[in-house]
Nanobody, 120 residues
Framework: QVQLVESGGGLVEPGGSLRLSCAASGSSATVLIMGWFRQAPGKQRELVAIMRNSGETNYADTVRGRFTISRDNAKNTVSLQMNSLKPEDTADYYC??????????????WGQGTQVSVSS
């Protein structure tokens, strides 16, 4: 059973920085994509940043230039460095992994979520 364990998050003032980390375990299958999504109260979950095995990245327009995603393919870990945080970045952040499982195709897995609050 695949598990995604997140760490990081917390309360920070506007302009501050936080780092989120996530580790995938429980499977030897190929992890195709790892990344982060977020969900603010009353809003839909949205993509923040993802990174493919190739190193190709996608960022939401709202975070590009402020957030940086990094990944260790060998360890199946992904991190998100968040700088110049804004109050509108406040949300629950979820780690996501898309895994190619033999006989099952691609399955998506989610972490339990970690809260990020940006407030003075």
């Amino acid at each position: 059973q695949v598990q995604l364990v997140e760490s990081g998050g917390g309360l920070v003032e506007p302009g501050g920085s936080l780092r989120l980390s996530c580790a995938a375990s429980g499977s030897s299958a190929t992890v195709l994509i790892m990344g982060w999504f977020r969900q603010a109260p009353g809003k839909q979950r949205e993509l923040v940043a993802i990174m493919r095995n190739s190193g190709e990245t996608n960022y939401a327009d709202t975070v590009r230039g402020r957030f940086t995603i990094s990944r260790d393919n060998a360890k199946n870990t992904v991190s998100l460095q968040m700088n110049s945080l804004k109050p509108e970045d406040t949300a629950d952040y979820y780690c996501n992994a898309q895994i190619l499982e033999p006989g099952r195709g691609v399955s998506a897995y989610w972490g339990q979520g970690t809260q990020v609050s940006v407030s003075s």
